[in-house]
């Protein structure tokens, strides 16, 4: 079955400083897709990535970065020079490519991100 | 474009009270997916749609039905509320399995 783990429940930062925030996941199919939402405080989830499991380049999107290591079963997201816009709770979220998977997105627990002022 | 709604955004219910939730999106999408998030514990599935007619259980479907008369529409119903379905729900929706999910905005359902 699939899972996926994100064992940092709260993060907490001053503006400016680097964080990054884990992602651990567990699969047997050898094609899955991993996603990052963002959950404002507003309340919707905010897409900010989609990876295939055969893509492992590190992706990187302005202040945002991701790196994939299949080796070690991680897709951890770095932002670099934190804002305070970046508080928000951050999900990491996995479908296998399996034929009865139909699209399911298995989610981790979330990670709160606070960054102070 | 409205992407994807969902009604009402707030609801609060008795204990054995029903309800229906709408969710409704105007992309053409074949798939559609109910979660409901709970604190500390994510996002998880409820039911599932991959199109017009069919539905499917999810990780947590127990207490909870669905319908897809039409495609654009997930109805989620709730029979019979409990305290233990307080929770936000999400319905999101995609052009097919694997594709990007889109969300709709949630309910936030409180049971008393």
């Known amino acids: 079955a699939q899972k996926v783990t994100q064992a940092q429940t709260e993060i907490s930062v001053v503006e400016k400083e680097d964080v990054t925030l884990d992602c651990v996941y567990e699969?047997?199919?050898?094609?899955?897709?991993l996603f990052w939402y963002k959950q404002p405080p507003s309340g919707e989830l905010v897409f900010l990535i989609r990876r295939n499991s055969f893509d492992e380049q590190n992706e990187i999107s302005g202040r945002y970065s991701w790196n994939f290591q299949k080796s070690t079963s991680s897709f951890n997201f770095t932002i670099t020079a934190s804002q305070v816009v970046d508080s928000a709770v951050y999900f990491c979220a996995l479908s296998e490519a399996g034929g009865t998977s139909y699209g399911k997105l298995t989610f981790g627990q979330g990670t709160i991100l606070t960054v102070h002022p | 474009n409205a992407g994807v709604t969902q009604t009402p955004k707030f609801r609060v219910l008795k204990t054995g009270q029903s309800m229906t939730l709408l969710c409704a999106q105007d992309m053409n999408h074949e798939y559609m997916y109910w979660y409901r998030q709970d604190p500390g514990m994510g996002l998880r599935l409820i039911h599932y749609s991959v199109g017009e007619g069919t539905t499917a259980k999810g990780e947590v479907p127990d207490g909870y039905n669905v319908s897809r008369l039409k495609k654009q529409n997930f109805l989620l119903g709730l029979e019979s509320a409990a305290p233990s379905q307080t929770s936000v729900y999400f319905c999101a929706s995609s052009l097919r399995a694997h594709r990007l999910q889109y969300f709709g905005p949630g309910t936030r359902l409180t049971v008393t």
């Open positions: 699969t047997r199919d050898t094609t899955y897709y």
